[in-house]
C-alpha cells in the first residue's frame, strides 16, 4: 500500500487529489473507493490502480 496526503477533496462532487509520499505524484480519488470519510491534509493508505483515464487511488483509508 501506498501512503499519502489528501490534497483536495470535493465531498459533494465526491472526487479529488492525493498526493503520493514517496513521489510527489497527484493520483485522482472517487468517493466509491473509500473506507472511510476523508478532508484535505488528512493522512491516508491506499492502492493504485491505472484506468482507461489514468491512475485512480483505491482502498482509501486514514492512517
Known amino acids: ?3 499519502g496526503t ?3 477533496f470535493n ?3 465526491g472526487f479529488g487529489f ?3 509520499k514517496d513521489t510527489n ?3 485522482f480519488v472517487h468517493s466509491t473507493n473509500l473506507l472511510d470519510d476523508i478532508r484535505e491534509n ?3 493508505k491506499f492502492d493504485i490502480e ?4 489514468g491512475l485512480s487511488a483505491v ?3 486514514l492512517i
Open 50 to 53: 491505472k484506468g482507461d483515464r
Open 6 to 8: 489528501v490534497k483536495f
Open 42 to 44: 488528512d493522512e491516508v
Open 11 to 13: 465531498t459533494a462532487k
Open 59 to 61: 482502498k482509501v483509508s
Open 18 to 20: 492525493i498526493t503520493v
Open 1 to 3: 500500500m501506498k501512503e
Open 25 to 27: 505524484e497527484e493520483v
